[in-house]
């Protein structure tokens, strides 16, 4: 049994398709890459793995339970966490507490602003704060404001807090965006140790990346699945040369 598992996955806003009965099947402790050209469908089918947007039709499933329609909320308590593309942190306080926010509402439940943490969830998201913070190497930095960091530290504490409510399914929207060549190899170092202990399913534009990494890809164009396959696959696969890599080899 698949993991997490899409079905027929369709998405309208008004008269245009963005999503068009697209499916997916991912299993455990694997990379799925899920690519395509701009405006091919990605990022609202990432969406609706995370319970951002609702599907207008199809189903989602985790761990062989129905999970369409469930908030974002709900399904990251559920296990499947999201990573941003455009880095959502605390600036003005530190890398540790900025992760301490999803590690206690992982110990506790939803977070809430009420002062009355008991002692043992404190401790124990404390150790997962610096669990997380060791796993993508920011333990070193853990006291320094998040605005100070660098960008690609920024986007490792991004990573973290994902991580930080201890996720099954973790979901990275375009990780490596916007890095240099030393940063990228870094986040493709870290995601491959991740993938020891979690599922990851990532959309990414980069596709030394994606060739990297995945065990499996997915490929998008207008909405509508094109390809899918094993990188060796999809790496000689015509139609998708001619969509996403302009043809060329």
Known sequence: MALLEARNLTKRFGGLVAVDDVSLSVELLTVTALIGPNGAGKTTFFKMLAGEEQPTSGEVYFKGNRITNLSMTRVSQLGIAKSFQITQIFPRISVEKNVLVPALAATRGAFRFDGLVPLAAARGAHEIANRVLEQVGLIER???RAEDLSYGEKRRLEVALALATEPEVLLLDEPAAGMSPAERTSMIELVKE????VTIVI??????????LADRIIVLQDGKQIAEGPPSEIRGNVRVQEAYLGGVE
């Open 142 to 144: 853990k006291d320094v």
């Open 194 to 197: 991740l993938r020891k202990g």
């Open 203 to 212: 959309v990414e534009h980069d596709m030394d990346v994606v060739f990297g």
